[in-house]
């Protein structure tokens, strides 16, 4: 039995201390040097240049039905937002609800996430103006508000505008508590370290934190719960936008694998910005001494029973769909896989899946920083392709052609395919949208560092109680604390 | 994960091979019971195989009845052992330690049940071989390597010789520990059984990385098995409500949702009928129950998802089908019982610590779920035969007949049986494992508490 000093071991052999632990967090706070400022420089050029393309493209085109084409990779780009960062916070929901360790390096990073919620909300408002309108009162007249596509129940309040809607910005919301429910204490400390606007806008934000034992198991509780809602409201999210702005505007196809698919490839892509984020955080970010071999190693297996499971669920629905030898649904087949968006699959597939796979099956990528870095960089390609293959080709069928009773209906010459089904290929402007949503998330995500820690130092303290290296047999070996 | 008094080597020996050397009186009445039960199935099916299926409720247009059902309910029971065994061990969970034996031999013996069925289903079984091998070379007919059909046998068979090579491997170390205890033909048998087993290092080594390696390569096969078996519905574009593509996934959480909850059935049986409390700990029930909550909410989610698709389209015969389903009796009286049964009372008891923590309570909550699970194949094979569809021409219905319940319930005769056997001949809980546990114990002093806490060897 061995008590736990103020000094001991986490990781690799490094020596941190509880009170060194939180002057060095709060340094990385309050400083900022040039090479943050480059970034932000960086970034908030791709930012403004995704502005640009946004105002061209809704001066020229507009919101209307019969602009609906035009806004697929907007769509898509959407789809990327919400596998990626608007997944990301489940990392650390997903990892506190199973007690593991090797989180701890990763939470908060995960939690900053949620930050980007409000661009996903924001992002999300131009296309509930995209969804193809039904004029429900028969007055001749589409009304926002009034008339649209409906598939959840009838009337406008039942459309997919009020529950897409509540759903995203329930998400939002849920995001930022799980934050704030987890930064608190961690505010209280930075308040008392730095000065100026940030601090006193941290004490407040803090809403009086003592570090009471009432309050600890208050927060545990919350964010037990918060962590419950949200895991659910994401999986809720996922199957709406997924079934509202993809599969239901293509006429005839019907998967139900579709939303958990989508789920499936958020929380994949979610956990390859996380291994991506806490890369950099350990090589750029001056973070080495708190993010070890274990986060990378055990994240990494988590990450490759996703990738299996993703190629499990393409295999089900490209099975199923391709045995059947139905006409709608080998249509289908080849609009998203094979024909018209053959490149983006082939991407999508690569990135996705195979590459990972083919990675991360070998123990000796699993246990680097490199590997499953590089593993999680490929699996945010591959979402991005597998958003363009999904959403581009759903936002370019015409809106005279949304109430056929298939797309194995559409006319096409002998050997071709047909018009509305062929592939789109990006603008400039669609260029610019992209680069100004990735831009984005990192400008947010960068400016949020600046506000929180990101690095949970309440969680690595706890980690410096629970982790000990102790003499076992013939060699050193750690030791695990489990109050649970 | 610490509660229970520490246990020393002699004392797990004693402990986890009292039955082996013991003859209670209990159970040999057991044994005997289920025997007598799984005499009356055998005999059922003699009777059948004399006078022909038509004793059974099966008939144009429900060609698949009780049988089928059954077949699927048992494929479903038999991913436990992967789930429990080799999911846990590559996630090093120190609770895995009493369950994974009881659900690799759940495995294999619901395995083997399972595959009964479509033979007695047949109801020529010797008919068999001509289905498998080509029986006419000059007309040149062979099995149909494009049906689903052909693909279960070769799913199930490699799922059972793995899960056996997977049962055995682990059972070394603890034969070698009878053959120690045992004498004359007893030991000579266990003698060759455990292969030498020695207990060196070299012998460690390479039976850790033997089952490290099956339980990572054990994994693939766990999926594609449910999988197969779903395609035997999902590949068929003629019954309406089968041709989904959630069916892989939703059948393969479904099974680790029933298997799951029988391990429990069979932990709670173990303690209370082998006295082996300071082994299977209300810990391992509470971690069991909200690994339980995980997956019936992901199940729950998938059948949501299928219901919800059949009704998307707004095709007049889906919604038929889901009408039939939850508004004609006594069908809707049997949706609802599956629903509640299978989510709504095991979930809502689960959610209270102590439930979880009760052997009891925990038996009572997967007793329904596996009668929850054995309704949800019933509902998804009959109701859909029994419409009008494309291929055939008729509406029907389907009731069992007698020969078909008591076969049914000889097949659970017949795996509590087997495992009882088992358990008289292998210890149902690895010795090794345990032992093992108890040398990576510890605890920390955190303040004025001790924590406990478990040493990681990596």
Redesign the interface.
Same mark, same amino acid.
């Given at each position: 039995?061995?008590?736990?000093n103020g000094h001991t071991t986490v990781g690799e052999e490094v020596q941190l201390t509880p009170q060194g632990v939180t002057e060095h967090l709060s340094y990385k706070v309050f400083n900022i040097d040039k090479r943050f400022v480059l970034a932000l420089v960086g970034l908030g050029v791709l930012v403004i240049l995704g502005i640009i393309g946004f105002i061209v493209r809704a001066v020229d085109d507009g919101f209307s039905d019969a602009a609906r084409p035009q806004w697929g990779y907007y769509a898509a780009m959407f789809g990327f937002l919400l596998v990626t960062a608007g997944s990301a916070p489940v990392a650390a929901i997903a990892f506190r609800w199973t007690k593991n360790h090797w989180r701890r390096p990763l939470s908060r990073a995960s939690e900053l996430f949620a930050l980007v919620g409000i661009l996903n909300v924001l992002w999300f408002i131009p296309m509930i103006f995209l969804l193809p309108g039904i004029d429900l009162n028969g007055d001749g007249v589409l009304a926002v508000g009034e008339d649209r596509r409906t598939i959840w129940f009838e009337g406008p309040i039942g459309a997919p505008l009020w529950w897409d809607t509540s759903a995203v910005i329930g998400l939002a919301l849920c995001g930022l508590a799980i934050l704030w429910v987890s930064a608190r204490p961690d505010m209280v400390a930075l308040a008392a370290r730095g000065t100026g606007w940030r601090a006193r806008f941290l004490s407040w934000l803090s809403m009086g934190w003592r570090g009471t034992e009432q309050e600890w198991r208050l927060q545990q509780a919350s964010l037990a719960v918060l962590g419950a809602f949200y895991f659910m409201l994401l999986?809720f999210v996922h *199957?709406l936008i997924s079934l509202d702005f993809a599969l239901s505007l293509v006429p005839g196809w019907?998967?139900?694998?579709?939303?958990?698919h989508h789920a499936l490839t958020g929380l994949q892509a979610a956990s390859g910005t996380i291994l991506v984020t806490i890369f950099l955080m350990r090589t750029c970010g001056g973070f080495r001494q708190y993010i070890g071999l274990d986060p990378f190693w055990s994240f990494s297996?988590v990450l490759l029973g996703l990738t299996?499971l993703w190629g499990?669920?393409w295999f089900?629905?490209f099975? *199923?769909?391709w045995?059947?030898?139905?006409p709608t649904e080998q249509t289908v087949v080849k609009l998203v896989m094979f024909e018209s968006y053959r490149v983006a699959f082939l991407l999508n597939f690569f990135f996705s899946f195979l590459i990972p796979f083919v990675m991360l099956i070998w123990n000796v990528v699993r246990k680097s920083v490199i590997g499953p870095a590089i593993a999680g960089a490929s699996v945010v390609i591959g979402a991005f392709f597998m958003m363009v293959r999904l959403y581009v080709p759903a936002f370019n069928i015409p809106q005279a052609d949304l109430g056929a009773h298939t797309v194995a209906d559409f006319e096409a010459e002998a050997g071709q395919i047909a018009v509305q089904l062929l592939p789109v290929k990006p603008d400039v402007w669609d260029g610019f949208i992209v680069a100004g949503g990735v831009g984005a998330i990192a400008l947010i995500f960068l400016l949020g560092t600046k506000l929180l820690p990101v690095m949970s130092m309440w969680e690595t303290k706890e980690g410096l109680?629970?982790i000990?290296f102790?003499p076992?047999i013939k060699g050193r070996?750690?030791?695990?604390?489990?109050?649970? | 994960m610490q509660e229970g008094k520490p246990l020393t080597d002699r004392e797990i020996n004693r402990g986890l091979l009292n039955i082996l050397f013991e003859n209670p009186l209990w159970y040999w009445g057991l044994v005997g019971l289920l025997a007598v039960v799984v005499l009356g199935a055998m005999s059922a099916a003699g009777y059948m195989i004399n006078h022909g299926l038509g004793v059974t409720g099966l008939n144009r247009p429900v060609m698949w009845g009780f049988f089928i059902t059954n077949f699927v309910f048992w494929i479903g029971i038999s991913h436990a052992g992967v789930m429990l065994s080799a999911i846990l061990r590559l996630s090093k969970a120190e609770w895995r330690r009493p369950a994974t034996r009881a659900a690799e031999v759940l495995t294999v013996f619901s395995l083997m049940t399972a595959m009964l069925m479509p033979l007695i289903h047949t109801g020529r079984a010797w008919r068999i071989f001509y289905w498998v091998f080509p029986y006419d070379w000059a007309r040149g007919i062979y099995p149909n390597i494009r049906s689903a059909l052909v693909w279960d046998p070769s799913a199930v068979f490699t799922y059972l010789t793995s899960s056996i090579l997977f049962v055995y491997i682990a059972l070394l170390p603890d034969l070698a520990v009878i053959r120690d205890r045992s004498t004359g033909l007893r030991r000579q048998i266990y003698s060759i059984l455990c292969l030498g087993w020695k207990g060196n290092p070299r012998q460690w080594k390479l039976q850790v990385i033997a089952g490290i390696l099956l339980s990572a390569l054990i994994l693939p096969v766990f999926v594609s098995v449910h999988s197969i078996v779903s395609f035997d519905f999902s590949m068929a574009v003629s019954v309406k409500s089968w041709h989904s593509t959630i069916f892989p996934p939703y059948f393969v959480i479904g099974a680790v949702h029933s298997g799951v909850a029988a391990v429990v059935i069979v932990m709670a049986l173990m303690r209370f009928l082998f006295g082996w409390h300071d082994y299977i700990r209300p810990e391992h029930f509470d971690a069991l129950g909200r690994l339980l909550i995980v997956v019936a909410t992901g199940w729950f989610f998938f059948f949501v998802m299928e219901f919800i698709f059949g009704l998307y389209g707004l095709e007049g015969d889906e919604i038929g089908m889901k009408d039939f389903l939850t508004a004609k009796p006594p069908w809707n009286w049997w949706f609802i019982t599956f629903v509640g049964t299978t989510y709504f009372i095991p979930v809502s008891m689960w959610l209270f610590k102590g439930v979880r923590r009760n052997p009891w309570l925990m038996l009572v909550a997967c007793v329904s779920v596996n009668i929850g699970m054995w309704l949800e194949r019933f509902l998804i094979i009959v109701p859909g035969l029994a419409q009008k569809q494309t291929f055939n021409f008729v509406w029907g219905t389907y009731a069992p007949s007698p020969v078909e319940v008591v076969i049914i319930i000889g097949t659970f005769a017949l795996v509590s049986m087997l495992m009882l056997l088992f358990a008289k001949v292998f210890p149902l809980i690895p010795l090794y494992d345990v032992k093992e546990g108890e040398i990576l114990r510890s605890e920390i002093q955190i303040g004025r508490k001790k924590v406990p806490a478990v040493i990681r060897d990596e």
């Open positions: 039995m061995h008590r736990a999986v *199957t019907k998967d139900s694998i579709f939303a958990p297996k299996l499990y669920f089900s629905e099975m *199923t769909f045995y059947g030898r139905d109680l629970y000990l102790r076992f070996y750690m030791v695990l604390g489990k109050p649970e | -």
